[in-house]
C-alpha cells in the first residue's frame, strides 16, 4: 500500500510571476508578493499593476491631509480581485499596527487605517507599497495552478524588488532573477 508521507510545501514570501500562457486579464504578466500560504490557502499583492490612483489621492479621499513627502507621489497599486475597497500596505520595517501581518522580520503587512494616517503625518514606515484589494487562493487551489505551471515562484532574497523597482520592469526584473527572458518562455502551460 502507498503511503505519502511527503508534507506540503509552503512558499510564504515568494513572488508569483504569471507564466506567458496564464492568459486570464486580472494576472496576465502580474507579479504577485505572496505573503502567505499555508494548508488554509494563500495570500497576496499584486506589486506589478499601478491604480489611476497615487497615494496622496488615496490619503485626500480618507480625509487624510498629508505632509508633502517623496511617498505622497508613489502609486498605488491593482492589489488583487478581492476585497478591492480596502488598502493593504507591504511595508519595512516591520512594526506592528493594529491589524498586521508580520511576514518576517523585516517586513509586514498592514490593513488598518493607523498605517495611512501615520504615513500621511510622515511618521510611517520608511518604505511602503500601497494596494487596494489583494490575491486569494483557497485551501490547495493555488498548489493546483502552481502543479499546472501557471506560475513561476521566484524566493526573494532582499526586498529591492519590492520597493526599489519601478512597477513596469518587475515583472522582466523577477525573471532576471532566476536569469530567465520571458521571451524565450513558451506560451503553452503544462508538463513536458
Known amino acids: 500500500m502507498f503511503n505519502d508521507t511527503t508534507k506540503p510545501s509552503y ?7 504569471a507564466m506567458p500562457g496564464l492568459l486570464d486579464p486580472i494576472f496576465s504578466k502580474a507579479v504577485v508578493y505572496l505573503a502567505e500560504h499555508s494548508g488554509e490557502g494563500a495570500m497576496g499583492i499584486v506589486i506589478n499593476k499601478p491604480c489611476e490612483l497615487d497615494l496622496h489621492a488615496l490619503l485626500t479621499r480618507l480625509n487624510l491631509r498629508s505632509k508633502e513627502s517623496q511617498s505622497a507621489s508613489e502609486p498605488v497599486y491593482y492589489g488583487g480581485p478581492i476585497q478591492q475597497d480596502r488598502g493593504f500596505v507591504l511595508h519595512e520595517p516591520a512594526s506592528t499596527w493594529s491589524s498586521t501581518l508580520r511576514i518576517n522580520e523585516a517586513l509586514a503587512l498592514t490593513s488598518s487605517k493607523d498605517i495611512l494616517e501615520a504615513t500621511a503625518k510622515g511618521i510611517g514606515p520608511k518604505k511602503i507599497l500601497v494596494s487596494l484589494g489583494y490575491s486569494g487562493w483557497g485551501p490547495g487551489q493555488l498548489d493546483s495552478e502552481l ?4 506560475w513561476l515562484t521566484i524566493p526573494l532574497k532582499d526586498n529591492k524588488l519590492l520597493f526599489d523597482t519601478p512597477a513596469d520592469v518587475r515583472f522582466n526584473e523577477a525573471f532576471k532573477i532566476l536569469g530567465i527572458d520571458p521571451d524565450n518562455l513558451s506560451n503553452c502551460i503544462g508538463h513536458a
Open 11 to 17: 512558499i510564504s514570501h515568494h513572488l508569483l510571476v
Open 147 to 150: 502543479a499546472s505551471n501557471s
